[in-house]
């Protein structure tokens, strides 16, 4: 459909995520023109807190920041992903999220836009004694949202992958957090890969974010045409 536009960021860093995927259901399922962006290969600087965007509404750090802040201006719909190494949102989608600031000043440019939230975490939820990632991560996107008044439509959890299972010391190294996150006994091999398309209910919930945005914005294009 076009007519209106949507614009995905990951700042997953890795080539065709869990993240990344999860990302792409959701902007499809909107029904309209999309263009998904993946942060590892822009060079975007966090906020320098230094108001200098306040009459220019435009970022004084020369990167890439600049680019995407005009992208999620021009765009009627934004679904954030990210995931959340040591139980935070990572660096590279608080940068991008930090650089959208100058689009606040005295015109709220993204006021009333449909967003969304997708995160990817490894920490299962309800454990004890662990903090609960996946809500840090979702709660950091979705509260930039609502401060900018923005209209986040929901947020979506998907499980991913400790590195531990990767690096090949997984069983044996003593820091490892195969034990301190899923127990003692849990190793590589039992942990396995997970992966977005084997999680059902991850899909579905991806899925109905987009059609949740796509609903609104065809709101908007019927509200906007009298039809």
């Known amino acids: 459909m076009?007519?209106?536009?949507?614009?995905?960021?990951?700042?997953s860093p890795i080539r065709n995520s869990n993240t990344d995927r999860a990302l792409k259901a959701a902007l499809e399922a909107t029904g309209f023109d999309y263009e998904m962006v993946k942060l590892r290969?822009?060079?975007v600087e966090p906020c320098l807190a230094c108001l200098k965007c306040v009459d220019t509404n435009v970022c004084v750090i020369k990167d890439d920041g600049i680019e995407l802040a005009e992208k999620a201006k021009n765009a009627d719909a934004l679904i954030i992903a990210g995931y959340t190494p040591y139980s935070s949102l990572d660096a590279r989608t608080k940068a991008f999220i930090e650089r959208l600031y100058p689009l606040r000043h005295k015109y709220g440019f993204m006021k009333?836009?449909?967003?969304?939230?997708?995160?990817?975490?490894?920490?299962?939820?309800?454990?004890?004694?662990?903090?609960?990632?996946?809500?840090?991560?979702?709660?950091?996107?979705?509260?930039y949202?609502?401060?900018?008044?923005?209209?986040?439509?929901?947020?979506?959890k998907i499980r991913g992958n400790i590195p531990c299972v990767r690096c090949g010391y997984g069983n044996e190294c003593q820091t490892?957090?195969?034990?301190?996150?899923?127990?003692?006994?849990?190793?590589?091999?039992?942990l396995g890969i997970s992966n977005f398309e084997d999680q059902a209910e991850a899909m579905e919930a991806a899925k109905e974010l987009g059609r949740n945005i796509g609903q609104k914005l065809g709101k908007e294009a019927q509200d906007q045409t009298g039809i």
């Open 2 to 11: 076009t007519g209106k536009k949507v614009l995905g960021v990951s700042g």
């Open 41 to 43: 290969d822009h060079k």
């Open 112 to 143: 009333g836009k449909p967003g969304g939230a997708i995160v990817t975490h490894v920490i299962p939820e309800g454990s004890e004694m662990l903090p609960p990632a996946s809500e840090y991560g979702l709660n950091s996107i979705i509260f």
């Open 145 to 156: 949202m609502m401060e900018e008044g923005m209209e986040p439509v929901g947020g979506v």
């Open 176 to 190: 490892s957090g195969l034990s301190m996150i899923f127990g003692p006994h849990a190793t590589v091999e039992s």
